[in-house]
């Protein structure tokens, strides 16, 4: 296992793919229903593209000091890098609320 850079270069691509189709897929929600739910998704998909990539520059730049700065940067980043995909959740979640509930309202023939 000589170039475990490209692993995880390819786990970090593979893994943005998916934040940005998780956007998309957010933002077309939101246009076609339009409420606190997808508000919550579409908030929570941006901010995890956004602390990624503020993970990327954070822990570079720890990286630059020395070895404890880069495990202090880690700790605390592996905290707040949970908030986007909690609102995400919590905006799913009232989502699929509303549409089982929409759901059980209707008879069925």
């Known amino acids: 296992m000589e170039n475990l850079e490209i692993y995880y270069m390819a ?3 593979i893994g943005t793919i ?7 897929a957010c933002a077309v929600l939101i ?3 339009r409420n606190i739910a997808t508000l919550l998704m579409l908030l929570g998909s941006l901010l995890s ?4 990539l503020g993970r990327v520059a954070w822990t570079a730049l720890a990286n630059i000091e020395n070895p404890e700065s880069y495990a202090q940067a880690m700790a605390v980043l592996n905290i707040f890098v ?3 995909y909690l609102l995400f ?5 009232l989502f699929a609320a509303k549409h ?3 759901g059980s309202n209707q008879s069925t023939p």
């Open 31 to 33: 246009y076609k229903q």
């Open 18 to 24: 998916g934040q940005i189709v998780l956007l998309i």
């Open 100 to 102: 089982t509930a929409a």
């Open 82 to 84: 949970q908030f986007p």
């Open 49 to 52: 593209i956004v602390f990624t």
């Open 11 to 13: 786990g970090s691509t």
């Open 89 to 93: 959740v919590i905006g799913l979640l």
